[in-house]
């Protein structure tokens, strides 16, 4: 009921005649979600679990039907990962095209979960295929968002050496997204690595400066040199609590923020 008058509002409620709860208002207008193709895995050790699959269409839902434009960056990493495969002698340009191919595969099958529970889509790559995804054109990315689709950026920056994580950033800056959200395996960014070290402690807030003295990883330093240069927020959380995407988009504390005001305060 955002955006709508208080009689408005009692009307819609009288007439569907049960209580229902004020919905808080989305703080963000339009954001951009990177999704990392790793966690599609799920319980697999390849592929695209389709329990994940369906829990991140779900995800995407709830927070377009609170009214908030979103588009998304999805990763590879579960079908292809172009550095390590060249790090292995392949050549590495080859390897990353490859790896931006994989993203692909994640994109569709996330462009195809969405429209099965009624969203409307459209699927840009940054590589030309034009069978199954329209170019990537910046100003027809954002009529499309305008008319409240959801926009999926796939095959990366179409650039090979760089990662998922930086189209993530360029395409946020790009369709002026106000806030980066990162969706990953922990609730946000800690003091040291949470899977090794059980006493780690989370950020709530940190600034960006902060993560770069402290040598925290948050995302490849192309990526995060673009947020910092534009000032664009950026916040990580657990992809795999459910509710949670939701919860940011309201303006709830989730994860971790990262924030370009002042220097290097946590
Ligand atoms: N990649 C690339 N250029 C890009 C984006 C991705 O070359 O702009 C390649 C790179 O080899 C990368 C792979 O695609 O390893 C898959 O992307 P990523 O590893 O970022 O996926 P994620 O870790 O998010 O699943």
Redesign the pocket.
């Known amino acids: 009921m955002c955006g709508t008058s208080w009689e408005t509002s009692a009307a819609a409620l009288f007439q569907n005649r049960f209580l229902v709860e004020p919905k808080p208002c989305p703080v963000y207008r339009r954001v951009l979600v990177k999704l ?3 966690a599609l895995l799920g319980r697999q050790s390849f592929g695209i679990d389709k329990d994940v699959l369906t829990r991140y269409a779900r995800e995407i839902d709830s927070v377009a039907q609170a009214g908030v434009s979103v588009a998304l960056v999805i ?4 079908i ?4 390590r495969d060249a790090s292995a002698g392949m050549t590495r340009a080859m ?3 490859m ?2 191919l ?2 692909m595969i994640n994109a569709m099958a996330l462009q195809d979960a969405l429209e099965q529970r009624g969203l409307e889509t459209r699927l840009q790559s940054s590589i030309a295929m034009e069978e199954i995804a329209e170019p990537f054109i910046r100003r027809r990315a954002l009529r499309h968002l305008e008319k409240g689709r959801v926009v999926i950026f796939g095959s ?12 993530a950033a360029l395409r946020a800056l790009e369709i002026d997204a106000e806030v980066l959200i990162k969706g990953t395996r922990v609730d946000g960014i800690f003091s040291k690595d949470p899977e090794e070290h059980p006493d780690a402690t989370r950020y709530h807030r940190i600034a960006g400066e902060a993560v770069i003295q402290r040598g925290l990883r948050v995302m490849d330093m192309t990526a995060f040199t673009l947020c910092r240069e534009s000032k664009l927020p950026i916040i990580v959380f657990d992809v795999n609590t459910t509710g949670s995407l939701l919860r940011i988009v309201q303006g709830e504390r989730v994860g971790t923020l990262v924030h370009w005001e002042g220097h290097a305060d946590a």
Do not use: L
Request: charge should be negative.
């Open positions: 990392s193709g790793s990763g590879g990493g579960n292809y990962r172009g550095v390897s990353d095209y790896g931006m994989s993203t990366g920056t179409g650039s090979p050496y760089f990662t998922t994580d930086t189209a």
